[in-house]
């Protein structure tokens, strides 16, 4: 479709609710799912099909399509594949194929970021959060890209629930100038809390992440940009997840 087409399809659905309208928006995004579902994993665990992945992913999609509010200051791609991504990974999360070992790694990790950077007042270096794991840097970074990896650490993994059961994701936080300023308090405070914690990242980390989420660029890409490996990138937005969620679990007990 064009974008005269497209527009008019946006229109025909969410002004007048023609269901076949809402049909050609999901064969116009469904590349979304395909590219979602490559990005989420580089390798699938025995007991999940590909299938699976691009199911869950057309869930998201079709959410993505029935919650959108197209009069927002948001492109629909980086709101669809936010909640693709989701839909993905709320699967996989289902399936529990995660070693407990690599949580216990995960939590340690995002333990030790939190203390160092509430004793120094600022993030902690690569160097420092090594240091406080007794680890040379190069086995460090090694444990960032095998965690990284292994247990889909991602944004979007990254929710917030209030006693609603509202979950608040990546894409809530993303700028929208229609935003009704009497909404719920509680919900905006979440929102702000996530914005405010990709914005205390490092440069570099909260670069990843505004490419990676923001902007759907591949890691591979993102290196090219930054003119570093795709290993590197993969320890950059590892280590960024594992900042915020150490700040979201710190603060969430101001939404209960």
């Known amino acids: 479709m064009g974008i005269p087409d497209l527009q008019a399809a946006w229109h025909k659905y969410k002004v007048v609710g023609d269901t076949k309208a809402r049909d050609m928006l999901i064969q116009h995004y469904a590349y979304l799912v395909k ?6 994993v580089t390798s699938l ?13 057309i869930i998201g999609l079709i959410k993505a399509i029935d919650q959108f509010d197209t009069k927002r200051e948001v492109k629909f791609e980086t709101y669809a594949i936010a909640l693709i991504r989701g839909a993905i990974l709320e699967m996989l999360r289902e399936e529990d194929w995660v070693p407990r070992s690599i949580r216990e790694r995960v939590k340690a990790l995002e333990r030790t970021y939190l203390d160092l950077e509430s004793h120094f007042g600022r993030p902690a270096t690569e160097e420092e959060v090594a240091e406080a794991m007794g680890m040379e840097i190069d086995a460090f970074h090694t444990l960032l890209a095998d965690t990284g990896r292994a247990s889909l650490l991602s944004l979007d993994d990254v929710v917030l629930s209030s006693e609603g059961n ?32 990709i914005d205390r990242l490092p440069d570099r980390e909260k670069l990843v992440i505004a490419l990676y989420y923001y902007e759907g660029l591949t890691f591979k ?20 997840v594992l900042r915020l ?6 603060d969430l007990a101001l939404f209960h």
């Open 35 to 40: 590219i979602t579902a490559g990005r989420v």
């Open 45 to 57: 665990p025995p007991n999940v099909e590909r299938d699976d992945l691009i199911s869950a992913g």
């Open 166 to 197: 509202e979950k608040i994701h990546l894409a809530d936080v993303v700028h929208d100038e229609s935003a009704d300023t009497s909404g719920d308090v509680e919900s905006e405070a979440m929102r702000e809390c996530l914005g405010e914690g």
């Open 221 to 240: 890409e993102i290196g090219k940009i930054l003119e570093v490996s795709e290993s590197r990138v993969y320890q950059l937005h590892t280590q960024a």
């Open 245 to 250: 969620r150490g700040y979201l679990q710190r």
